[in-house]
């Protein structure tokens, strides 16, 4: 069911400012760290903030090879309960949550040049340099650094609405952009009763405007718009079979015959291989492709 079917609310003409969940069931879909940078809004502004500071404070930290400040900023990171997003809340012993999530980032990010370089600067870039970091372990990081706002733009709808709100029995952690530290407090938030099971949970919104159909950042992309132009140019120098003339006698290369040739591969760590002796790749993607990409999915 979703939210505004639970609540009985009218969706306006222009739709809801919150992405409308099913309140029973998580919905594939995930937040975009970089659709958040992008967001003009007061809340778009606060968000960014708080992601800011803290990616500064961590890529800090790992610079300095301070790896028990890095697990410390990284310790309250898990599947966030509340926003019903990203891959089922039951598959806790999959990617996990907690302290595993934790040492896992922790442990990728160090593990990367591009990151100890100091290349890497914003959070949605370590999907591309980081093994086992994909959209979904991104989402919940957003999520958790920038659970203050969220709760604070949920209360907001639910006054809007006259939803009625009430404590939640347990304290959520969340990121205080002063402290640069985690702090726990109980807040106010709505609640749904399932009333198959009869328990009642508490709802957390996102704005729809940070929950793309498609994130702007996506290894495929790179692949497609950073790596394959590359690799035409290796294919040219090397002279390969596949390499033709165009009526021009100039020498060209198919998008195709790169995918097929194995030595050019488009798998994850072949892309990440390629950024980490080349971090310059990153830039290029953020300022070309990202975007692009972006004005594509908006």
């Known amino acids: 069911m979703l939210f505004n079917q639970y609540f009985n609310l009218k969706e306006p003409e222009n739709g809801f400012e919150f992405f409308n969940i099913d309140v029973f069931a998580d919905t594939k879909r995930f937040v975009d760290p970089y659709s958040i940078q992008r967001d003009t809004s007061y809340l778009g502004r606060e968000m960014s903030k708080s992601i800011n500071i803290f990616m500064y404070e961590l890529l800090l930290s790992i610079r300095t090879q301070n790896y028990s400040v890095s697990r410390r900023l990284c310790s309250k990171f898990g599947e966030t309960k509340g926003t019903r997003l990203g891959y089922s809340l039951k598959r806790i012993d999959g990617h996990g949550a907690g302290d595993k999530l934790s040492k896992d980032f922790v442990d990728s990010l160090y593990a990367s040049l591009a990151v100890t370089s100091g290349a890497v600067k914003y959070l949605e870039e370590s999907m591309f340099v980081c093994e086992g970091i994909d959209k979904d372990i991104i989402s919940d990081i957003t999520i958790s650094i920038v659970k203050q706002q969220l709760i604070t733009f949920t209360q907001n709808v639910c006054r ?74 290796q294919a040219i120098e090397q002279n390969l079979v596949y390499v033709f003339k165009d009526k021009n006698g100039e020498p060209k290369v198919r998008s195709g015959d790169i995918r097929n040739d194995i030595q050019f591969g488009g798998q994850k760590p072949k892309m990440s291989e390629l950024i980490n002796s080349n971090p310059s790749l990153l830039t290029r993607y953020r300022n070309e492709i990202a975007p692009y990409k972006y004005s594509q999915f908006d």
């Open 160 to 233: 809007r609405y006259g939803i009625p709100l009430k404590s939640i029995n347990e304290k959520i952690s969340y990121y205080c952009n002063d402290s640069k530290k985690w702090k726990v407090n109980r807040f106010e938030l709505p609640h749904v009763v399932d009333n198959d099971s009869g328990i009642e949970s508490y709802i957390i919104l996102v704005p729809e405007r940070i929950v793309p159909a498609k994130l702007t950042y996506n290894y495929r992309y790179f692949y497609s718009n950073i790596a394959i132009p590359m690799y035409k140019k």
